[in-house]
């Protein structure tokens, strides 16, 4: 697939039409979000890097907490990890939060403070991709740089009627290829912005407002009736389910006022960083009390003994599901040792404020201040 004559992008006068509807819908339409407000480049690149697989509503108050928490680079290089990935706490895909953290260091270290204008320079920083660097370059800097989102998978696909898997690597490049042949010099953050917007509110998923749509006249898919099969993807595969354990392990007797353990993820491994109530998959033919035993004993090498069951916890995550079974138990001897975790601590239940936990985590801690206070 090559972009030619025949393509949205082949035709000058057509193109630079289309690139006006939109822009003039964009100028009309346009929500009104906080990282708008703004041109400030490091503004612009936390709205991105926290709207990645994130809903707008969800990200709003994330991003004014951590503009008022950490209004620079600066500010963000200094703070500890620990006071980030709190403050990132509930958002979820925390390499993201890990990633802004270590990249601020390296900005403050080689760019004195400021994020680059260039864009290979951007896609050097941790969790910058060539998504999240044209976005900043076009947005931040009035650069026409690309950017291929799910939204503009879409959209492109919609337009140009493509019948082909948009997850295959020749597809994706196609797309953004065509991105970079659409992107007008003028105004191009608007018009990656639009784009992007255009999908959220116009170009929907499952039923797109075709009546609405400033491009409906440029739409291939819309014109040919096809719009609802576009964008092209394989069958869904049926999501794993895994039953896994974790326990409350207290150091002498369960109360609100003794001490429990928890670890702290490896750093570089999944939800890395963030503390947790230690455990892990129970193996087929093992009971939750074996399983939450052998993986103490794996990860901790402490010994314990596993009592009542405190409640269970579901949570999806992108590429499979668990169901958590949570259980009380009791420290019986060892020192703990980090064999699969990178810290751990001893804490009360007041004491959790100033830690950062998962979801699942936080469910956990839920059902303990239900039951002891």
């Known amino acids: 697939m090559v972009i030619d004559g025949s393509g949205l992008a082949g035709a000058a006068p057509a193109q630079d039409q289309m690139v006006q509807q ?29 709207l990645q697989q994130t809903q707008i509503a969800s990200v709003i108050p994330y991003y ?9 680079i600066e500010s963000l290089a200094v703070a500890p ?8 706490q509930g958002l979820g895909y925390y390499s993201r939060a890990r990633n802004l953290h270590a990249a601020a260091a390296v900005l ?42 799910g939204n503009i998978v879409r959209v492109l696909s919609r337009l ?33 912005q639009a784009l992007m917007e255009l999908g959220q509110k116009i170009c929907l998923p499952a039923a797109p407002r075709c009546n609405d749509c400033p491009l409906a006249g440029n739409c291939r898919a819309n014109q040919k009736g096809t719009q609802y099969e576009r964008p092209v993807r394989p069958p869904r595969k049926r ?11 207290w150091r002498k007797e369960k109360s609100a006022g003794n001490e429990f353990l928890i670890a702290r ?20 033919g093992e009971s939750r009390g074996a399983a939450l035993q052998r993986e103490i004993r794996e990860e ?19 590429h499979f599901r668990i169901t958590m079974h949570v259980l009380h138990a009791y420290h019986l001897n060892g020192l703990p040792q980090h064999l699969g975790v990178s810290d751990h601590a001893w804490v009360r239940l007041p004491d959790l404020d100033g830690y950062a936990f998962a979801v699942t985590d936080l469910k956990i801690i839920d059902m303990l201040k239900k039951e002891l206070t």
């Open 239 to 249: 999501t794993p389910h895994f039953d896994v354990v974790a326990g409350v392990i």
């Open 160 to 192: 140009e009627d493509l019948d082909q898997d948009v997850t295959k690597t020749g597809t994706r490049n196609y797309l953004w290829r065509l991105a970079s042949a659409l992107v007008p010099a003028d105004r191009p953050g608007d018009f990656n």
């Open 22 to 50: 939109l822009l003039f819908w964009w100028d009309e339409n346009q929500s009104d979000l906080p990282w708008r407000r703004s041109k400030d480049p490091y503004a612009i690149w936390v709205s991105e890097v926290m």
């Open 108 to 149: 403050v270290e080689q760019y004195n403070g400021r994020l680059p204008r260039d864009q290979a320079a951007l896609l050097r920083l941790p969790g910058i991709g060539r998504y999240t660097a044209g976005a900043i370059a076009s947005i931040a800097f009035n650069q026409p740089a690309p950017v291929v989102d």
């Open 265 to 284: 993820r490896p750093l570089d491994g999944m939800l890395g960083g963030l503390w947790e109530f230690p455990g892990g998959k129970i193996e087929p």
């Open 64 to 72: 004014e907490r951590w503009m008022h928490r950490f209004p620079d």
């Open 81 to 88: 990890l620990e006071d980030v990935l709190n403050l990132w």
């Open 300 to 318: 901790l090498a402490i010994e314990i003994t596993a009592a009542e069951t405190i409640g269970a916890v579901k949570h999806a995550y992108t």
